[in-house]
Every structure is written in structure tokens, then in C-alpha cells.
């Protein structure tokens, strides 16, 4: 069974960073591309971020471009997430999410809320 | 970037209905197009793939039409437990936008 489990999420203050990590289980991590998705409260989905299946290829939303990095680790079947000079506007659930027609895993979600 | 734009942005409807929820591409993104179920406090889950393809598990009431810029999405007879907010998705290449969502409810 594919198992996500998002960790790294709380309150912060604007202008900190954040690391989210996403530990996958139950299939070929190295496989399959991965995507960060988040919903702020109340609102819809967003898509954030990508990163290709061996790491080499991301992608990010006009939204978050250059305040965020993606990353994985293969040998630890881990997504990472950054987030550096935070905004009242990144408070939100944060979802990894497995691409391969679309997304058909999705992890629990982790709660990050900036706020002074 | 390729916009979603789903209708309507909410919809009631009583038990036994069709309901039809519509998303609309910007540009041409074959049948590259997905929709999910997301219940409330719940994370969302992948219905339809492939613009018309079921997701295994997925109840039969529920089907996917379209191609290039526009979509359906639609239920044959709303039950009580498909009250959610529906979303499509592109998935040709990033950016994977989501369209607005569609909130549906039950009358």
C-alpha cells in the first residue's frame, strides 16, 4: 500500500524558511515523478512544485518561483520542500503527491501557518 | 500558462440527480486532464484520469468526457456521499494547474 507521510510543518514567522519532508512507502519511489500541492484555508488546490523521477528536471508555480526548492533522495524514498522568506500568503496545507496520471497518491497533508 | 477554468463554481442538487460540472482548458491540452473528489476535511483523491478514465474503486455513476479545451465531468445519479468539491487538473506538462473548484451539495 503507498504510504506518504508529510513531516517539518508548524507556525513560523515571515521572512523564516521552512523544510518540509515527505517519507514514501509501498512502491518504487525512484520511479515516479513527485509533486508538492497546497491548500491555503478555505480555498482551493494549488500545485507548487515538481521534480522529475531521477531528480534532474523541477518545476515551480509563478507563484513561489525563486523563494522554493524541491528535492529527493532515492536512497531514502524522501521529497523535500523549501521555503525560505516566508509570506502570511504560503499558510496552508501542504500535500506530496505521486505524478503518474495525474495524481493518484496524496499524502496526509502538514499544516504550515506564518504569522507574526 | 494554460488557465482551468471549471462551472459552476457551486452547485445543489437533490439525490437522483445528474449533475454535470464543466472545466474548460485555455489551450489545447489533449486528454491530458484529470478530476478529483476532495470531501470535506478530507485530502483529495483522484476520480478520473485521462479525461475519461476511471480510477479503480470509483463508482460507475461517475464518468469523464472531452478533449483539447473542454471537459465533463459527470454523475449519472448524486448520492448523499458525493457531496465535495470537485477540481480538474492538466497534466500535460507543468505548470499542473487546477481549475477553481465546484462545490457540491446535497438539497
Known amino acids: 500500500e503507498v504510504h506518504l507521510l508529510e513531516s517539518g510543518g508548524g507556525v513560523l514567522q515571515p521572512g523564516e524558511s521552512l523544510r518540509l519532508s515527505c517519507v514514501a512507502s509501498g512502491f518504487a519511489?525512484?520511479?515516479?515523478?513527485?509533486?508538492?500541492?497546497?491548500?491555503?484555508?478555505?480555498k482551493g488546490l494549488e500545485w507548487v512544485a515538481h521534480i522529475s523521477s531521477g531528480g534532474g528536471s523541477t518545476y515551480y508555480?509563478?507563484?513561489v518561483k525563486g523563494r522554493v526548492s524541491i528535492s529527493r533522495n532515492n536512497f531514502g524514498d524522501t521529497l523535500n520542500f523549501e521555503i525560505y522568506s516566508l509570506r502570511a500568503e504560503d499558510t496552508a496545507t501542504y500535500y506530496c503527491a505521486v505524478f503518474s496520471v495525474g495524481f493518484?497518491?496524496?499524502?496526509?497533508g502538514i499544516p504550515v501557518i506564518v504569522s507574526s | 500558462d494554460i488557465q482551468m477554468?471549471?462551472?459552476?463554481?457551486s452547485l445543489s442538487a437533490s439525490a437522483g440527480d445528474r449533475v454535470t460540472i464543466t472545466?474548460?482548458?485555455?489551450?489545447?491540452?489533449?486528454n491530458y486532464l484529470a478530476w478529483y473528489q476532495q470531501k470535506p476535511g478530507k485530502v483529495p483523491e483522484l476520480l478520473i484520469?485521462?479525461?475519461s478514465t476511471l480510477q479503480t474503486g470509483?463508482?460507475?455513476r461517475f464518468s469523464g468526457s472531452g478533449s483539447g479545451t473542454d471537459f465533463t465531468l459527470t454523475i449519472a445519479?448524486?448520492?448523499?456521499?458525493?457531496?465535495?468539491t470537485y477540481y480538474c487538473q492538466k497534466y500535460d506538462s507543468a505548470p499542473y494547474t487546477f481549475g477553481q473548484g465546484t462545490k457540491l451539495e446535497i438539497k
Open chain 2, 49 to 51: 484520469f485521462a479525461a
Open chain 2, 58 to 60: 470509483v463508482p460507475s
Open chain 2, 5 to 9: 477554468t471549471q462551472s459552476p463554481s
Open chain 2, 77 to 84: 445519479s448524486l448520492q448523499p456521499e458525493d457531496v465535495a
Open chain 1, 104 to 108: 493518484d497518491h496524496w499524502g496526509q
Open chain 1, 61 to 63: 508555480a509563478d507563484s
Open chain 2, 23 to 30: 472545466c474548460r482548458a485555455s489551450q489545447d491540452i489533449g
Open chain 1, 29 to 42: 519511489f525512484s520511479n515516479y515523478a513527485m509533486s508538492w500541492v497546497r491548500q491555503a484555508p478555505g
